[in-house]
């Protein structure tokens, strides 16, 4: 005979274990200290001045 199941536990574990990996999925994506995302903003704002710089006028 096969094993018998709580079909709600089986439900919640599994609705459980989608939201782990969507959590760490978000911490991949979002989760960055504020320091790292003012060295990206600086990095992005000094390229396009770099690039405005090297820009030539009509």
């Known amino acids: 005979m096969a094993e018998i199941i709580n079909l ?3 439900r919640k574990a599994k609705a ?3 939201a782990q990996v969507e959590a760490e999925n978000n911490r ?3 989760g960055r200290t504020r320091a790292e995302k003012e ?3 600086k990095a992005r704002e000094k390229e396009g001045r770099d690039l405005d ?3 030539l006028d009509d």
Do not use: L
């Open 16 to 18: 459980k274990a989608a």
């Open 53 to 55: 710089g090297k820009q």
């Open 28 to 30: 991949i994506r979002f």
């Open 8 to 10: 709600n536990r089986f």
């Open 39 to 41: 060295v990206e903003k």
